[in-house]
């Protein structure tokens, strides 16, 4: 059976930074990996994704701030957050992008950006 693990999250403020990390234990790690977040009363949204390769795609509003990135020997997939805003609160949770290759959702990891 697949899981995920998340982990990394915490409170910080405005302006700080976290590294987040996602193991993936029973299956090596699909070819198009990402990271997702869900904030309160919205729905969950893709952030980052990563190929095996190396190949990254970001969305708008987290472009220039966050770098994904994926050690596929550990079968890991990383995302370093910087220059967090309020906006960045939510649970993160990491997945393979495509939906036929999707394991079931981690616990994800909460990030809570406040002064």
């Known amino acids: 059976q697949v899981q995920l693990v998340e982990s990394g999250g915490g409170l910080v403020q405005p302006g700080e930074s976290l590294r987040l990390s996602c193991e993936v234990s029973?299956?090596?790690?699909?070819?198009?990996m990402g990271w997702y977040r869900q904030a309160p009363g919205k729905q969950r949204e893709l952030v980052a994704r990563?190929?095996?390769?190396?190949?990254?795609w970001y969305a708008d509003s987290v472009k220039g701030r966050f770098t994904i990135s994926r050690d596929n020997a550990k079968n890991r997939v990383d995302l370093q957050m910087n220059s967090l805003k309020p906006e960045d609160t939510a649970v993160y949770y990491c997945?393979?992008?495509?939906?036929?290759?999707?394991?079931?959702w981690g616990q994800g990891t909460q990030v809570t950006v406040s002064s």
């Open positions: 997945n393979a992008v495509a939906l036929y290759e999707r394991w079931s």
């Open positions: 029973g299956s090596i790690m699909s070819n198009i």
């Open positions: 990563v190929t095996r390769g190396g190949s990254t």
